[in-house]
């Protein structure tokens, strides 16, 4: 058997250092997503992307829980009119429980209309104020609305909206899609990840991972008498129960 050869050796290092750095590249810009800037016209493509990336995570899972995932075209398009629901669904179809019916709707609708606002804008009229109490006036298109379109004496007229979004409701609407991108960590990872830990185990070493505290599990951290719900408390069923239910090529591998 040959030596290894030094150049290729040195090639593969160079390439391993570079995925690592992209990936840690790519991270950094995830985190920094969520950080409100001070400058206006880059927290309304924050906004944005936000919004994108909430879809485009629900896309993942539904195609990831599908018991049969496409190998080609057509796959899951994203339906920005049912991220709250498909999430929710996607928690049944993994056996989270919720402690609401409603949970990520009012998050989900502010940010889709802010979004679509952004999304269909021809231009920025005019910004207004100081950080952070600005107010920008946008120009879009109508889409999708009764009067859209019109004619008069043979010209045809594209309506336009003007629309004001404040810099405070930018940062709600961000802070709003943290949080749904934070239950969407939670989902992949109690949901997933996780699936294989038994009913009784304590959650107590990823219990910075909850996005919320159901009151069926007793006094919130912090309180007297307090401990960390056990994989029984954030699931429908017991899990094998759950397990049963599956077919056998989808079941959790222990």
């Known amino acids: 058997m040959s030596a290894p050869d030094n150049g290729d050796s040195e090639h593969l290092l160079q390439t391993?250092?570079?995925?690592?750095?992209?990936?840690?590249?790519n991270?950094?810009?995830?985190?920094?997503?969520?950080?409100?800037?001070?400058?206006f016209e880059r927290l309304l493509w924050?906004?944005?992307?936000?919004?994108?990336?909430?879809?485009e995570e629900v896309r993942f899972l539904r195609y990831a829980t599908a018991e049969t995932q496409p190998t080609a075209a057509p796959f899951f398009h994203p339906d920005g009119d049912n991220v709250a629901r498909d999430m929710r669904r996607i928690c049944k179809t993994l056996n989270l429980a919720l402690p609401d019916d409603a949970m990520w709707t009012a998050e989900c609708r502010r940010a889709k209309?802010?979004?679509?606002?952004?999304?269909?804008?021809?231009?920025?009229?005019?910004?207004?104020?100081?950080?952070?109490?600005?107010?920008?006036?946008?120009?879009?298109?109508?889409?999708?609305?009764?009067?859209e379109m019109s004619t008069d004496s043979g010209w045809a007229r594209h309506e336009r909206r003007a629309v004001t979004i404040t810099e405070a409701e930018a940062r709600e609407v961000l802070e709003d899609l943290k949080y749904v991108n934070k239950s969407l960590f939670y989902i992949r990872k109690f949901g997933m990840e996780f699936s294989h830990w038994p009913d009784g185990r304590?959650?107590?070493?990823?219990?910075?991972?909850?996005?919320?505290?159901d009151d069926s599990w007793g006094p919130k951290p912090g309180n007297t008498g307090w401990t960390a719900p056990s994989m029984r408390q954030l699931r429908i069923r017991p899990k094998t129960e759950f397990d049963a239910s599956l077919p056998p090529e989808i079941r959790p591998q222990y």
Request: hydrophobic share 45%; proline share 5%.
């Open 27 to 39: 991270e950094r810009a995830a985190q920094l997503l969520f950080v409100p800037s001070p400058v």
């Open 113 to 147: 209309e802010m979004r679509d606002n952004l999304g269909h804008m021809l231009h920025i009229k005019s910004i207004t104020g100081v950080t952070p109490d600005q107010t920008a006036t946008i120009l879009r298109v109508a889409f999708r609305e009764p009067d």
């Open 16 to 25: 391993a250092n570079e995925v690592r750095r992209t990936i840690e590249a």
């Open 46 to 55: 924050q906004v944005s992307g936000a919004w994108e990336t909430a879809i």
């Open 202 to 213: 304590s959650i107590d070493s990823v219990l910075s991972l909850l996005q919320w505290w």
